[in-house]
Protein backbone atom coordinates (compact mmCIF):
# COMPACT_ATOMS: atom_id res chain seq x y z
CA UNK A 1 0.00 0.00 0.00
CA UNK A 2 1.36 3.37 -0.86
CA UNK A 3 2.68 5.89 2.08
CA UNK A 4 2.61 9.35 0.79
CA UNK A 5 -0.36 11.02 -1.54
CA UNK A 6 0.89 14.11 -3.78
CA UNK A 7 1.89 17.31 -1.61
CA UNK A 8 3.67 20.55 -2.04
CA UNK A 9 7.36 19.85 -2.01
CA UNK A 10 10.20 22.01 0.11
CA UNK A 11 13.55 21.59 -0.34
CA UNK A 12 14.39 23.16 2.64
CA UNK A 13 13.50 20.30 4.71
CA UNK A 14 9.76 21.42 4.91
CA UNK A 15 11.13 24.73 7.03
CA UNK A 16 9.30 26.75 3.81
CA UNK A 17 5.88 24.69 4.27
CA UNK A 18 6.03 24.78 7.96
CA UNK A 19 6.50 29.00 7.84
CA UNK A 20 3.88 29.41 5.22
CA UNK A 21 1.56 27.24 7.02
CA UNK A 22 1.86 29.39 10.17
CA UNK A 23 2.19 32.59 8.26
CA UNK A 24 -0.25 32.08 5.62
CA UNK A 25 -2.25 29.81 7.45
CA UNK A 26 -5.86 30.19 5.49
CA UNK A 27 -4.28 30.64 1.69
CA UNK A 28 -1.67 27.34 2.43
CA UNK A 29 -4.31 25.07 3.66
CA UNK A 30 -7.06 26.50 0.44
CA UNK A 31 -4.57 25.95 -1.73
CA UNK A 32 -3.67 22.90 -0.72
CA UNK A 33 -6.63 21.36 -0.90
CA UNK A 34 -7.57 22.48 -4.36
CA UNK A 35 -4.19 21.49 -5.94
CA UNK A 36 -4.13 17.98 -4.21
CA UNK A 37 -8.16 17.17 -3.50
CA UNK A 38 -8.86 14.72 -1.41
CA UNK A 39 -5.92 13.97 0.07
CA UNK A 40 -2.36 15.57 0.47
CA UNK A 41 0.93 14.66 2.13
CA UNK A 42 3.84 17.18 3.06
CA UNK A 43 6.68 17.48 5.44
CA UNK A 44 7.43 20.00 7.87
CA UNK A 45 10.81 19.38 9.39
CA UNK A 46 10.57 16.30 11.72
CA UNK A 47 6.52 15.86 11.33
CA UNK A 48 5.22 13.82 8.39
CA UNK A 49 1.68 15.67 7.56
CA UNK A 50 -1.31 14.49 5.78
CA UNK A 51 -4.11 16.95 4.93
CA UNK A 52 -7.80 14.98 4.77
CA UNK A 53 -10.70 16.41 2.52
CA UNK A 54 -13.25 14.24 1.65
CA UNK A 55 -16.30 13.68 3.99
CA UNK A 56 -15.78 9.88 4.03
CA UNK A 57 -11.92 10.38 4.98
CA UNK A 58 -12.90 12.97 7.49
CA UNK A 59 -15.58 10.85 9.12
CA UNK A 60 -13.04 8.01 9.41
CA UNK A 61 -10.12 10.09 10.81
CA UNK A 62 -12.61 11.26 13.61
CA UNK A 63 -14.82 8.65 14.01
CA UNK A 64 -14.42 5.26 12.87
CA UNK A 65 -10.50 5.16 13.53
CA UNK A 66 -10.29 7.63 15.83
CA UNK A 67 -8.51 4.84 18.56
CA UNK A 68 -5.95 5.24 15.97
CA UNK A 69 -4.82 8.75 17.22
CA UNK A 70 -3.98 11.24 19.76
CA UNK A 71 -3.42 15.10 20.37
CA UNK A 72 0.10 15.10 19.27
CA UNK A 73 2.21 16.13 22.42
CA UNK A 74 4.20 19.10 20.28
CA UNK A 75 1.10 20.84 20.97
CA UNK A 76 -0.66 19.93 24.18
CA UNK A 77 2.37 21.00 25.29
CA UNK A 78 2.12 24.56 25.32
CA UNK A 79 -1.74 24.86 26.28
CA UNK A 80 -1.47 21.90 28.84
CA UNK A 81 -0.20 25.47 30.84
CA UNK A 82 -3.50 26.66 30.67
CA UNK A 83 -6.11 23.85 30.06
CA UNK A 84 -3.92 20.95 32.23
CA UNK A 85 -5.70 17.96 31.86
CA UNK A 86 -9.09 19.31 30.57
CA UNK A 87 -11.58 17.61 28.16
CA UNK A 88 -10.12 19.58 25.33
CA UNK A 89 -6.34 18.04 25.47
CA UNK A 90 -7.03 14.66 27.81
CA UNK A 91 -6.80 11.40 26.21
CA UNK A 92 -8.00 7.72 27.25
CA UNK A 93 -9.50 6.91 30.19
CA UNK A 94 -9.17 10.05 32.35
CA UNK A 95 -10.77 11.95 29.31
CA UNK A 96 -13.56 9.30 29.04
CA UNK A 97 -14.11 9.77 32.71
CA UNK A 98 -14.28 13.35 32.46
CA UNK A 99 -16.34 13.94 29.44
CA UNK A 100 -19.04 11.62 31.59
CA UNK A 101 -18.41 13.58 34.38
CA UNK A 102 -19.02 16.81 32.44
CA UNK A 103 -22.27 15.69 30.09
CA UNK A 104 -25.17 16.50 32.82
CA UNK A 105 -24.29 19.82 32.68
CA UNK A 106 -24.88 19.72 29.44
CA UNK A 107 -28.31 17.78 29.11
CA UNK A 108 -31.35 19.64 27.35
CA UNK A 109 -33.29 19.97 31.14
CA UNK A 110 -30.85 22.31 31.92
CA UNK A 111 -30.84 24.27 28.79
CA UNK A 112 -34.33 26.43 30.00
CA UNK A 113 -32.14 28.11 32.34
CA UNK A 114 -29.42 28.88 30.17
CA UNK A 115 -31.63 30.66 27.90
CA UNK A 116 -33.19 32.69 30.39
CA UNK A 117 -29.68 33.74 31.60
CA UNK A 118 -28.71 34.47 27.59
CA UNK A 119 -31.55 36.44 27.20
CA UNK A 120 -30.82 38.26 30.34
CA UNK A 121 -27.30 38.88 29.64
CA UNK A 122 -28.27 39.68 26.18
CA UNK A 123 -30.79 42.55 27.24
CA UNK A 124 -28.63 44.04 29.77
CA UNK A 125 -26.24 44.58 26.76
CA UNK A 126 -28.99 46.20 25.01
CA UNK A 127 -30.12 48.49 27.38
CA UNK A 128 -26.43 50.14 26.79
CA UNK A 129 -26.03 50.65 23.46
CA UNK A 130 -27.22 53.63 22.60
CA UNK A 131 -28.33 54.46 18.99
CA UNK A 132 -26.04 55.84 16.80
CA UNK A 133 -23.20 54.30 18.99
CA UNK A 134 -20.12 53.12 16.92
CA UNK A 135 -18.45 49.81 18.90
CA UNK A 136 -16.67 47.20 18.51
CA UNK A 137 -18.88 44.04 17.83
CA UNK A 138 -16.12 41.53 18.51
CA UNK A 139 -15.28 42.83 21.98
CA UNK A 140 -19.14 42.94 22.90
CA UNK A 141 -19.77 39.20 21.93
CA UNK A 142 -16.53 38.36 23.71
CA UNK A 143 -17.69 40.26 27.19
CA UNK A 144 -21.88 38.92 26.44
CA UNK A 145 -20.68 35.04 26.22
CA UNK A 146 -17.78 35.40 28.94
CA UNK A 147 -20.31 36.57 30.97
CA UNK A 148 -22.91 34.06 29.49
CA UNK A 149 -20.78 31.20 30.40
CA UNK A 150 -19.49 32.51 33.73
CA UNK A 151 -23.29 32.59 34.94
CA UNK A 152 -24.26 29.48 33.11
CA UNK A 153 -21.90 27.40 34.39
CA UNK A 154 -20.57 29.00 37.64
CA UNK A 155 -23.14 30.67 38.90
CA UNK A 156 -21.20 33.97 38.69
CA UNK A 157 -20.93 37.10 37.88
CA UNK A 158 -17.91 38.87 35.73
CA UNK A 159 -19.16 42.12 34.56
CA UNK A 160 -17.00 43.39 36.11
CA UNK A 161 -14.06 41.68 34.94
CA UNK A 162 -14.79 41.04 31.30
CA UNK A 163 -12.23 43.11 30.05
CA UNK A 164 -9.56 41.61 31.72
CA UNK A 165 -11.05 37.87 31.19
CA UNK A 166 -11.13 39.09 27.42
CA UNK A 167 -7.57 40.28 26.91
CA UNK A 168 -6.39 37.32 28.87
CA UNK A 169 -7.74 35.35 26.79
CA UNK A 170 -6.48 37.08 23.54
CA UNK A 171 -3.28 36.65 24.97
CA UNK A 172 -3.24 32.78 25.13
CA UNK A 173 -4.72 32.15 21.96
CA UNK A 174 -1.96 34.50 20.71
CA UNK A 175 0.84 32.72 22.34
CA UNK A 176 -0.29 29.36 21.35
CA UNK A 177 -0.60 30.01 18.16
CA UNK A 178 2.53 31.60 18.31
CA UNK A 179 3.98 28.95 19.76
CA UNK A 180 2.15 25.49 19.10
CA UNK A 181 4.60 23.07 17.03
CA UNK A 182 7.55 24.95 16.85
CA UNK A 183 10.09 22.64 18.18
CA UNK A 184 11.77 25.69 19.47
CA UNK A 185 9.63 26.35 22.53
CA UNK A 186 11.23 28.84 24.79
CA UNK A 187 10.42 28.84 28.24
CA UNK A 188 7.68 30.60 29.61
CA UNK A 189 9.90 31.87 32.48
CA UNK A 190 11.98 34.12 30.45
CA UNK A 191 11.66 37.85 31.24
CA UNK A 192 10.68 38.59 27.89
CA UNK A 193 7.54 40.84 27.29
CA UNK A 194 5.71 38.30 25.38
CA UNK A 195 6.14 35.74 28.10
CA UNK A 196 5.08 38.29 30.79
CA UNK A 197 2.40 38.97 28.70
CA UNK A 198 1.37 35.03 28.73
CA UNK A 199 2.47 34.33 32.11
CA UNK A 200 -0.02 37.52 33.28
CA UNK A 201 -2.93 36.02 30.75
CA UNK A 202 -2.58 32.42 32.88
CA UNK A 203 -2.58 33.66 35.90
CA UNK A 204 -5.35 35.96 35.52
CA UNK A 205 -7.95 33.15 34.47
CA UNK A 206 -6.20 30.24 36.89
CA UNK A 207 -7.04 33.43 39.87
CA UNK A 208 -10.11 33.91 38.87
CA UNK A 209 -11.12 29.76 38.53
CA UNK A 210 -9.21 29.23 42.20
CA UNK A 211 -11.23 31.60 43.71
CA UNK A 212 -14.62 30.41 42.79
CA UNK A 213 -13.66 26.89 43.38
CA UNK A 214 -12.21 28.43 47.21
CA UNK A 215 -15.49 29.91 47.80
CA UNK A 216 -17.41 26.69 46.72
CA UNK A 217 -15.65 24.40 48.08
CA UNK A 218 -16.24 26.29 51.56
CA UNK A 219 -19.94 25.80 51.23
CA UNK A 220 -20.40 22.59 49.86
CA UNK A 221 -23.94 23.38 48.55
CA UNK A 222 -24.86 22.07 45.35
CA UNK A 223 -26.09 25.02 43.65
CA UNK A 224 -27.29 22.61 40.59
CA UNK A 225 -24.26 24.55 37.86
CA UNK A 226 -21.79 22.98 36.57
CA UNK A 227 -19.03 23.76 38.98
CA UNK A 228 -21.30 21.94 42.10
CA UNK A 229 -21.17 18.96 39.25
CA UNK A 230 -17.74 19.21 38.66
CA UNK A 231 -16.82 19.51 42.72
CA UNK A 232 -19.39 16.69 43.80
CA UNK A 233 -18.84 14.89 41.25
CA UNK A 234 -18.59 10.88 41.28
CA UNK A 235 -18.31 8.68 38.46
CA UNK A 236 -20.78 6.02 39.35
CA UNK A 237 -19.90 4.21 35.45
CA UNK A 238 -15.99 4.26 36.46
CA UNK A 239 -14.10 3.96 39.85
CA UNK A 240 -16.65 5.82 41.79
CA UNK A 241 -14.58 8.40 42.81
CA UNK A 242 -14.65 12.04 42.52
CA UNK A 243 -12.57 14.92 41.01
CA UNK A 244 -9.61 16.38 42.30
CA UNK A 245 -9.48 20.15 42.80
CA UNK A 246 -6.33 20.63 40.41
CA UNK A 247 -8.59 18.17 37.87
CA UNK A 248 -11.84 20.65 38.76
CA UNK A 249 -9.91 23.27 38.40
CA UNK A 250 -8.48 21.99 35.05
CA UNK A 251 -12.15 21.19 33.32
CA UNK A 252 -13.37 25.07 35.20
CA UNK A 253 -10.59 26.51 33.03
CA UNK A 254 -10.82 24.42 29.99
CA UNK A 255 -14.88 24.81 29.92
CA UNK A 256 -14.73 28.53 30.32
CA UNK A 257 -11.85 29.06 27.33
CA UNK A 258 -13.87 26.61 25.01
CA UNK A 259 -17.28 27.83 26.16
CA UNK A 260 -17.04 31.38 25.01
CA UNK A 261 -13.82 32.46 22.95
CA UNK A 262 -15.39 30.25 19.71
CA UNK A 263 -19.13 31.27 20.42
CA UNK A 264 -18.10 34.91 20.20
CA UNK A 265 -16.07 34.80 17.19
CA UNK A 266 -18.63 32.66 15.50
CA UNK A 267 -21.00 36.03 16.73
CA UNK A 268 -18.59 38.39 15.11
CA UNK A 269 -18.59 36.72 12.07
CA UNK A 270 -22.55 36.36 11.82
CA UNK A 271 -23.05 40.40 12.28
CA UNK A 272 -20.84 40.65 9.71
CA UNK A 273 -22.07 38.81 7.30
CA UNK A 274 -26.00 39.83 8.14
CA UNK A 275 -24.56 43.72 8.07
CA UNK A 276 -23.28 42.62 4.64
CA UNK A 277 -26.49 40.53 3.48
CA UNK A 278 -29.83 43.18 3.71
CA UNK A 279 -32.30 41.11 2.71
CA UNK A 280 -31.25 38.21 5.24
CA UNK A 281 -31.28 40.70 7.63
CA UNK A 282 -35.03 41.83 6.33
CA UNK A 283 -35.80 37.82 6.56
CA UNK A 284 -34.05 37.52 10.08
CA UNK A 285 -36.27 40.63 11.65
CA UNK A 286 -39.55 39.67 10.08
CA UNK A 287 -39.25 35.94 11.68
CA UNK A 288 -38.04 37.18 14.82
CA UNK A 289 -41.24 39.97 14.72
CA UNK A 290 -43.72 37.39 14.30
CA UNK A 291 -42.64 34.93 16.34
CA UNK A 292 -41.53 37.07 19.50
CA UNK A 293 -44.41 39.75 18.60
CA UNK A 294 -41.73 42.15 21.07
CA UNK A 295 -41.65 39.36 24.33
CA UNK A 296 -38.67 38.51 25.76
CA UNK A 297 -37.08 35.41 23.74
CA UNK A 298 -36.94 31.87 25.56
CA UNK A 299 -35.93 28.33 25.26
CA UNK A 300 -39.19 27.71 23.91
CA UNK A 301 -38.55 29.93 21.14
CA UNK A 302 -34.88 28.06 19.75
CA UNK A 303 -37.19 25.52 16.95
CA UNK A 304 -39.28 28.21 16.63
CA UNK A 305 -37.21 30.49 14.87
CA UNK A 306 -35.93 28.29 11.81
CA UNK A 307 -34.47 30.79 9.63
CA UNK A 308 -32.27 32.35 12.67
CA UNK A 309 -31.00 28.92 12.84
CA UNK A 310 -30.15 28.70 8.90
CA UNK A 311 -28.01 31.92 9.13
CA UNK A 312 -26.15 30.55 12.17
CA UNK A 313 -25.40 27.72 10.17
CA UNK A 314 -24.42 28.84 7.15
CA UNK A 315 -21.88 31.63 9.22
CA UNK A 316 -20.40 28.60 10.57
CA UNK A 317 -19.97 27.12 7.14
CA UNK A 318 -18.11 30.64 5.83
CA UNK A 319 -16.09 31.60 9.13
CA UNK A 320 -16.10 27.94 11.26
CA UNK A 321 -13.92 29.31 14.19
CA UNK A 322 -12.56 26.39 14.27
CA UNK A 323 -10.53 26.65 11.12
CA UNK A 324 -8.55 23.44 11.70
CA UNK A 325 -9.44 20.45 14.19
CA UNK A 326 -6.63 19.75 16.46
CA UNK A 327 -4.40 17.53 14.31
CA UNK A 328 -4.56 13.76 15.10
CA UNK A 329 -1.38 12.17 15.62
CA UNK A 330 -0.93 8.18 14.56
CA UNK A 331 -0.46 6.47 17.62
CA UNK A 332 0.23 3.30 15.17
CA UNK A 333 0.46 3.06 11.27
CA UNK A 334 -3.14 3.43 10.19
CA UNK A 335 -4.77 2.92 6.75
CA UNK A 336 -6.85 6.03 5.34
CA UNK A 337 -7.66 6.44 2.05
CA UNK A 338 -5.53 3.62 0.68
CA UNK A 339 -2.52 5.23 2.30
CA UNK A 340 -0.70 3.67 4.87
CA UNK A 341 0.18 5.97 7.57
CA UNK A 342 3.34 5.88 9.38
CA UNK A 343 3.21 5.95 13.31
CA UNK A 344 3.39 9.75 14.40
CA UNK A 345 2.41 11.11 11.34
CA UNK A 346 -0.21 14.47 11.65
CA UNK A 347 -3.47 14.01 10.43
CA UNK A 348 -4.97 17.88 9.74
CA UNK A 349 -8.40 17.83 8.74
CA UNK A 350 -9.85 21.42 7.75
CA UNK A 351 -13.59 22.63 8.05
CA UNK A 352 -12.87 26.13 6.35
CA UNK A 353 -11.41 24.40 3.55
CA UNK A 354 -13.70 21.30 2.93
CA UNK A 355 -16.93 23.77 4.09
CA UNK A 356 -15.66 25.94 0.76
CA UNK A 357 -15.30 23.08 -1.59
CA UNK A 358 -17.16 23.40 -4.70
CA UNK A 359 -17.60 19.68 -4.54
CA UNK A 360 -20.17 19.64 -1.90
CA UNK A 361 -21.55 23.68 -1.66
CA UNK A 362 -22.65 24.94 -5.13
CA UNK A 363 -21.14 28.50 -5.60
CA UNK A 364 -19.15 27.95 -2.27
CA UNK A 365 -18.16 31.66 -1.22
CA UNK A 366 -21.67 33.04 -1.44
CA UNK A 367 -23.63 33.57 1.68
CA UNK A 368 -26.94 31.76 1.48
CA UNK A 369 -28.53 30.67 4.70
CA UNK A 370 -31.27 28.49 1.80
CA UNK A 371 -28.45 25.28 1.84
CA UNK A 372 -29.69 24.55 5.43
CA UNK A 373 -33.32 24.76 4.49
CA UNK A 374 -35.66 22.18 4.25
CA UNK A 375 -35.19 20.16 0.99
CA UNK A 376 -31.77 21.60 0.75
CA UNK A 377 -29.53 20.42 4.06
CA UNK A 378 -30.21 16.62 3.55
CA UNK A 379 -27.88 16.51 0.46
CA UNK A 380 -25.00 17.85 2.05
CA UNK A 381 -22.65 15.20 2.60
CA UNK A 382 -21.84 14.43 6.48
CA UNK A 383 -18.99 15.35 7.41
CA UNK A 384 -19.12 17.84 4.16
CA UNK A 385 -19.86 20.22 7.04
CA UNK A 386 -18.46 19.50 10.61
CA UNK A 387 -18.42 23.33 12.53
CA UNK A 388 -18.42 21.49 15.69
CA UNK A 389 -16.17 18.19 14.40
CA UNK A 390 -17.72 14.81 15.00
CA UNK A 391 -16.87 11.22 16.70
CA UNK A 392 -16.61 10.87 20.61
CA UNK A 393 -14.95 13.97 20.47
CA UNK A 394 -17.46 16.38 19.29
CA UNK A 395 -17.89 19.48 20.65
CA UNK A 396 -19.89 18.76 24.45
CA UNK A 397 -21.32 22.37 23.41
CA UNK A 398 -22.45 22.50 20.04
CA UNK A 399 -26.45 22.21 21.32
CA UNK A 400 -25.88 25.00 23.82
CA UNK A 401 -23.66 27.31 21.42
CA UNK A 402 -26.58 27.08 18.84
CA UNK A 403 -29.06 27.81 21.11
CA UNK A 404 -27.09 30.99 22.74
CA UNK A 405 -26.14 32.26 19.06
CA UNK A 406 -30.01 31.84 18.10
CA UNK A 407 -31.50 33.75 21.40
CA UNK A 408 -28.61 36.89 21.13
CA UNK A 409 -29.37 37.08 17.32
CA UNK A 410 -33.02 37.50 17.51
CA UNK A 411 -32.94 39.36 21.19
CA UNK A 412 -30.24 42.15 18.99
CA UNK A 413 -32.58 42.21 16.21
CA UNK A 414 -35.78 42.94 18.08
CA UNK A 415 -33.88 46.28 19.26
CA UNK A 416 -31.30 46.80 17.02
CA UNK A 417 -29.67 46.56 13.18
CA UNK A 418 -25.96 46.32 13.72
CA UNK A 419 -24.24 48.21 10.25
CA UNK A 420 -21.00 47.96 9.61
CA UNK A 421 -19.35 51.30 10.08
CA UNK A 422 -17.20 53.09 7.40
CA UNK A 423 -14.24 52.79 8.87
CA UNK A 424 -14.64 49.05 8.57
CA UNK A 425 -12.74 47.63 5.92
CA UNK A 426 -13.24 44.00 4.57
CA UNK A 427 -13.08 41.41 7.11
CA UNK A 428 -9.72 39.91 7.15
CA UNK A 429 -9.86 36.40 9.06
CA UNK A 430 -6.80 36.03 11.73
CA UNK A 431 -5.97 33.07 12.54
CA UNK A 432 -6.03 32.02 16.54
CA UNK A 433 -7.60 29.17 18.57
CA UNK A 434 -10.68 30.52 17.16
CA UNK A 435 -10.73 32.63 13.64
CA UNK A 436 -11.33 35.80 14.39
CA UNK A 437 -11.51 39.40 11.77
CA UNK A 438 -8.37 41.36 12.11
CA UNK A 439 -8.18 43.98 14.28
CA UNK A 440 -12.08 43.60 15.44
CA UNK A 441 -15.33 44.38 14.10
CA UNK A 442 -16.22 48.27 14.05
CA UNK A 443 -20.42 48.40 13.74
CA UNK A 444 -23.11 51.26 13.80
CA UNK A 445 -26.21 50.68 15.36
CA UNK A 446 -29.28 51.63 14.17
CA UNK A 447 -32.48 51.51 16.80
CA UNK A 448 -35.31 50.11 15.61
CA UNK A 449 -38.59 51.47 15.67
CA UNK A 450 -40.53 50.30 19.19
CA UNK A 451 -42.77 48.86 19.95
CA UNK A 452 -42.05 45.47 17.63
CA UNK A 453 -41.19 46.86 14.52
CA UNK A 454 -43.84 45.39 11.79
CA UNK A 455 -42.32 46.95 8.72
CA UNK A 456 -40.13 46.61 5.91
CA UNK A 457 -36.85 47.77 6.44
C1 LIG B 1 -19.73 28.27 17.97
C2 LIG B 1 -19.24 27.72 19.05
C3 LIG B 1 -18.34 26.52 19.10
C4 LIG B 1 -17.63 25.90 18.10
C5 LIG B 1 -17.56 26.28 16.63
C6 LIG B 1 -16.95 24.78 18.70
C7 LIG B 1 -16.15 23.89 17.99
C8 LIG B 1 -15.57 22.76 18.54
C9 LIG B 1 -14.88 21.75 17.79
C10 LIG B 1 -14.69 21.73 16.28
C11 LIG B 1 -14.44 20.81 18.67
C12 LIG B 1 -13.68 19.52 18.33
C13 LIG B 1 -12.22 19.78 18.16
C14 LIG B 1 -11.47 18.54 17.70
O1 LIG B 1 -12.00 17.43 17.77
O2 LIG B 1 -10.33 18.69 17.26
C15 LIG B 1 -14.83 21.25 19.99
C16 LIG B 1 -14.53 20.58 21.16
C17 LIG B 1 -14.91 21.02 22.40
N1 LIG B 1 -15.73 22.09 22.68
FE1 LIG B 1 -16.57 23.35 21.37
N2 LIG B 1 -17.22 24.75 20.04
C18 LIG B 1 -18.09 25.78 20.33
C19 LIG B 1 -18.67 26.06 21.54
C20 LIG B 1 -18.41 25.38 22.71
C21 LIG B 1 -19.06 25.62 23.98
C22 LIG B 1 -20.18 26.64 24.22
C23 LIG B 1 -18.48 24.78 24.89
C24 LIG B 1 -18.76 24.60 26.36
C25 LIG B 1 -19.62 25.24 27.04
C26 LIG B 1 -17.48 23.99 24.18
C27 LIG B 1 -16.67 23.04 24.76
C28 LIG B 1 -15.87 22.17 24.05
C29 LIG B 1 -15.09 21.10 24.68
C30 LIG B 1 -14.96 20.85 26.16
C31 LIG B 1 -14.48 20.39 23.63
C32 LIG B 1 -13.57 19.17 23.76
C33 LIG B 1 -14.44 17.93 23.77
C34 LIG B 1 -13.68 16.62 23.86
O3 LIG B 1 -12.57 16.53 23.33
O4 LIG B 1 -14.24 15.70 24.46
N3 LIG B 1 -17.48 24.39 22.86
N4 LIG B 1 -15.53 22.44 19.88
Given at each position: ?P?YPAGP????????????????????ITEVGRAYGDMAYF???????YVVNHPQLI?????????????????????????????????????????????????????????????????????????????????????????????????????????????????????????????????????????????????????????????????????????????????????????????????????????????????????????????????????????????????????????????????????????????????????IGGY???????VYVF??VT?RDARF???P????????????????P??A?????????????????????????????????????????????????????????????????????????
Amino acid sequence: MPRYPAGPRDFFFGITLARQLRNNTLQFITEVGRAYGDMAYFRMGPVRAYVVNHPQLIREVLVTKHKSFRRPPLLVRPLAKVDGQGLVLSEGDLWLRQRRLVQPAFSPKRFEGYAHITVDYTRRMLARWQAGAALDVADEMTHLTLQIIAKTLFDVEVSEQTTKLGEAVRVISEAYTREAGNPLQLPDWLPLPSKRRKRWAIDTLHDMIDAIIRQRRGSRDDRGDLLSMLLLAVDEEGDGRGMSDQQARDEAVTLFNAGHDSTAAALTWIWYLVAKHPAVEARLMEEVDTVLAGRAAGYGDVPRLPYTEMVVKESLRLYPPTWSMFPREAVASVEIGGYRIPKRSWVYVFPWVTHRDARFFENPEEFQPERFGPGHSDKIPQYAYFPFGGGPRVCIGNTFATMEMILILASVLQKFRVKLAADQPEAEPEVMIAIRPKGGMRVLLHRRAEPAYAGKP
